[in-house]
């Protein structure tokens, strides 16, 4: 096992100051500094080149000062690698349009309290770029007014509107930033597409965010529609109208076969999900099946299966969790000792079915990069930037 695939051919990559990553990728959630149940060294183990943080959990606790105290997030929380910094707007704007006591939006940005004895919360454009630049993020993820399946054009559009309008701030702090730093390499500014399912608002959206400089692309909104369908066809067009040499982000994508999905559509994607590190926590573990060596990728789940290992019937197995896997967990543990840990709720469970999940996704991935898929999605050769 390494940390990268150095065998898959070359491709798209996301490019740092912390090293280039290459595409399609996926990210686990560190939203406050850290992988729940692994330490940055597992994360390396596993092959994992990048994560995810939250900018508004972050500057909230421990706060930008400590964190600039320590030299960045990087030297903070020992992570060599890419850190990718969201907003926090997606939480907070979730939250208020479905409680809408919690907080409000505002033309120059959202305030929000989490409980009425909390203190207040207030995100402005210019305030989340100022956050992640000190955090020292490699990339960063503008603000945006995120909005649901459920919400009606006319929100979709004032939400669009908004994004742009806040893009276009974002855009002038980050510059004002860049003026500022003393040293070392800017980060990547990430423009988030609103649009719902719109293809106008959409390629409005884009055409807005490529003309105030944005050098990456994220998909706004939830990416599955009301009936729990992942929404393809606006992917779809997020591949084909923006810049083809920008990595697009996947926000909030991350089931196996929805990256199986969209990496028919195109190869540039980087993708971040809680559901294989959550999964793993709650015992409900991934597994190839066992002829995958000899059959292609296809965007259903007939390439894996669910591995619940809390069923009585593991008890009894001392075989690993999955026959093919490579990672730690596999290599030494079987089933029956895994499923002890869980049933006596010892800490070492959440670990190493952390890391087997985590190295489910980094496999796949190299299957993808390697090809193995079984069809381009929607008439169209997957793109490779």
Known sequence: MTSADSTAPA?????????????????????????????????????????MVNAMH????????????AGGLHRFMAWDGVIVSDSGGFQVLSLIRKQGKTGAIRSNGVTFQESPTAKKIVLTPEKVIEWQFGLRSDVVVALDDCTGPEDSPAE?????????????????AYDLQCRQRRSGEPPLLVGVVQGGTDP??????????????????????WPLSA??????????????????????????????EHLVSLCELDMRWVFDCTIPTRDAR????????????????????????????LDEENSRKDEPICATCDCPTCRRYS?????????????????????????????????????RMARPGLGEPARVG
Request: hydrophobic fraction near 40%; proline fraction near 5%; include cysteine.
């Open 200 to 221: 106008e608002l959409r390629q409005r959206c884009v055409d807005a965010l490529v003309e105030s400089g944005a050098q990456g692309f994220g998909f706004g909104g």
């Open 227 to 256: 009936e729990g369908e992942l929404e393809r066809e606006m992917f779809a067009l997020l591949s084909r109208i923006t810049p083809p040499d920008a990595p697009l982000f996947a926000l909030g994508v991350g089931r196996p």
């Open 58 to 69: 972050l500057a909230q606790r421990p706060g930008l000062q400590t964190i600039r105290r």
């Open 282 to 309: 709650h015992g409900r573990l991934y597994s190839f099946v066992p002829e995958i060596a000899d059959r292609l990728l296809t965007p259903d789940r007939s390439f894996y299966q669910n591995v619940y290992i």
């Open 11 to 51: 491709g798209p990559s996301l490019d740092t100051a912390h090293g280039s990553v290459v595409l399609p990728t996926f990210l686990p959630d560190g939203t406050r500094a850290s992988v729940r149940a692994v330490d940055t060294q597992d994360l390396t183990t596993v092959g994992i080149q990048a994560v």
């Open 156 to 172: 979709q559009l004032a939400s669009t509107e908004r994004t742009i309008r806040w893009f276009r701030q974002a855009r002038k």
């Open 335 to 371: 089933r029956s000792y895994l499923h002890h840990l869980f049933r006596v709720k010892d800490g070492l469970a959440d670990r190493l079915a952390t890391l087997h999940n985590l190295r489910f996704y980094t496999r796949l991935l190299e299957m993808i990069r390697a090809g």
